[in-house]
């Protein structure tokens, strides 16, 4: 099979790695470092490695990408903001949308399995384009034009930050005042064609746009993101749960416990101890601005957790991570702790109880190069530190 045959066999079958594999056989015959990439990202996808050739996989594609990213995404220069890699290709990239409603349809041509695009923040000072109202209608505009891209239609998952723009309405107001257009984007996303998507990221709704889209059709959609929505329950009821496989929400609805295929949870404001989980997850990412131990502590025995592959805890302050040295999660392998406060003396403490002789990543709020180097030689694991982003499918 040609190289350009095997490349349309990966786009029209994008959840399987068989073609990608054949094809990075080829890259690598062809002494193209990539092939080496695809093998290990679809080895590090499909799972059931063990721990010591795990972090084999994960630190070598890491080099891979820290020495050929920039050559790889060359063609995306001047376009994207971000990209993300997934089983060995481009699989999504953060995009404003001026580049996006330009150059959208150039993206396949530098990047042909791209599943995913997160339209970047359109915000704007209304005092620079004429007041208030000039400033809602340049930002619906650009929003609405940027919805209906024919790009859109060669997209598995599409995502947006909110348009909003900055207004002092009174002069002795100290600062100018941020008013978003969450409910009126959405308007725009449900009006367009996108049946097609599997997985969507919606953000900040008031109480019109969560109605709206609790009355949407999301019988589809297999993954669902709602930043900062009013009622986190009339979302969760209007899924299907025998489709849905990953919800993202602000909040911790009653509800969850109904979904039962869901594998990949993120929540919000999570209240020890009284909102049932799904049954069956494996990734787990759960934010407030507190966690303190007795919180973790209560997360950890929940016994739907069992599982549990990923759990990323997200806090301003995340003292609670001392709940983490003793516990019992057998299936854990990814540990994510955002918050700037953890850094390598906590990542060591960790790392010699139970769960240093199991994890694969940890991620930490903040270390230094030498520091990472000393953890990842004593505790033969990969030792992570990146600033969080937005993405439409789960990174």
Excluded at 6 to 21: K, Q, T, V
Excluded at 333 to 355: E, F, Q, S, V
């Amino acid at each position: 099979m040609r190289v350009d045959e095997l490349l349309e066999a990966i786009i029209a079958a994008p959840d399987d790695d068989a073609p990608r594999r054949v094809y990075g056989d080829k890259l690598l015959e062809a002494g193209e470092p990539q092939g080496e990439l695809i093998h290990l990202q679809c080895d590090l996808a499909a799972g059931g490695l063990a721990r010591d050739e795990a972090v084999r996989r994960r630190v070598r594609a890491r080099e891979l990408l820290a020495t050929h990213a920039a050559r790889w995404t060359a063609g995306l220069a001047g376009i994207v903001e971000e990209a993300h890699f997934a089983r060995g290709f481009v699989d999504e990239v953060r995009v404003a949308a001026a580049p996006w409603i330009a150059r959208g349809p150039e993206l396949f041509a530098a990047a042909p399995a791209l599943r995913g695009v997160m339209l970047s923040g359109l915000y704007v000072r209304a005092a620079d384009v004429g007041g208030p109202a000039a400033a809602r209608g340049f930002l619906l505009d650009t929003f609405a034009r940027a919805v209906a891209s024919p790009a859109v239609q060669s997209l598995e998952g599409f995502g947006y930050v909110a348009p909003g723009y900055e207004h002092r309405e009174y002069q002795w107001e100290m600062s100018d005042e941020a008013h978003w257009l969450g409910d009126q984007a959405l308007g725009d996303v449900l009006a367009a064609d996108i049946g097609h998507l599997r997985a969507l990221s919606i953000d900040t709704l008031d109480w019109h746009g969560t109605r709206a889209l609790a009355q949407a059709p999301l019988g589809r959609l297999q993954r669902l993101v709602v930043h900062d929505a009013k009622d986190d329950g009339a979302i969760v009821d209007a899924l299907d749960p025998a489709v849905i496989t990953s919800l993202g929400l602000s909040g911790t609805p009653w509800q969850l416990a109904k979904l039962v295929n869901l594998r990949e949870l993120a929540i919000g404001d999570w209240p020890a101890g009284s909102a049932s989980l799904p049954p069956r997850l494996v990734r787990l990412a759960a934010r407030q601005a507190s966690f303190h131990a007795v919180t973790v502590q209560a997360l950890l025995e929940r016994p739907e957790l069992a599982g549990l592959v990923e759990l990323t805890l997200s806090a301003f302050h995340l003292d609670g991570w001392t709940a983490l040295e003793h516990a019992r999660l057998p299936a854990l392998r990814i540990l994510r702790l955002a918050a700037k406060g953890i850094g390598a003396d906590h990542a060591r403490t960790l790392l010699r109880g139970p769960l240093g002789a199991q994890l694969e990543l940890l991620e930490i709020g903040s270390a230094t190069d030498r520091e990472r180097a000393e953890l990842e030689h004593e505790f033969g694991v990969v030792i992570d530190v990146r600033p969080s982003t937005t993405t439409v499918f789960w990174r």
